[in-house]
């Protein structure tokens, strides 16, 4: 027999609550969500003079062809809107780590370039940021990294 009307909808609003294990988990992710950019962030202004977002935009350049990158796929890559993507570009490029060029497959595009100077400043900083990722991040255990990398692809899609 089917349930009233009524109690199907309150069971249906029920909340299914976390797990203890489920919860020490969420609460574990939402910690190192809210304290591992500050401490990738105080480590590269430390070491280098960058903030992570501009580090990212840097590296991402470093391993692409001609180090050139679309802007727009670029402010996709770092998940920054393009106005501020192009705002953290001219600072960039202010300091000599980048320079704007049209596409020269579609002018309606402009392209970031790595300059060699900004080359040579990820290089220079790559090490200290991987020292740091290790121990803040890859040197968790293998479950949690499991489950992080399951986390991550269901991100993605």
């Not at 900004?118 to 940021?129: I, K, R, S, T």
């Amino acid at each position: 027999m089917a349930r009233p009307p009524r109690q199907a909808a309150a069971a249906a609003t029920t909340p299914k609550w976390l797990t203890p294990a489920q919860l020490e988990a969420w609460q574990a992710l939402t910690l190192m969500l809210a304290r591992l950019p500050t401490a990738l962030e105080a480590q590269l202004q430390r070491d280098s003079q960058l903030s992570f977002v501009e580090y990212y935009a840097l590296a991402a350049l470093s391993e692409q062809p001609n180090r050139t990158m679309r802007m727009s796929e670029l402010a996709v890559l770092t998940n920054a809107e393009l106005s501020r993507l192009s705002h953290l570009i001219t600072r960039l490029q202010k300091r000599g780590y980048v320079r704007r060029e049209p596409d020269p497959d579609d002018g309606r595009y402009t392209n970031a370039v790595l300059t060699d100077v900004g080359y040579d400043l990820v290089v220079a900083a790559a090490p200290g940021h991987v020292a740091a990722v290790r121990e803040l991040v890859i040197g968790i255990s293998r479950d949690a990294t499991a489950t992080t990398d399951s986390s991550t692809e269901k991100l993605k899609q």
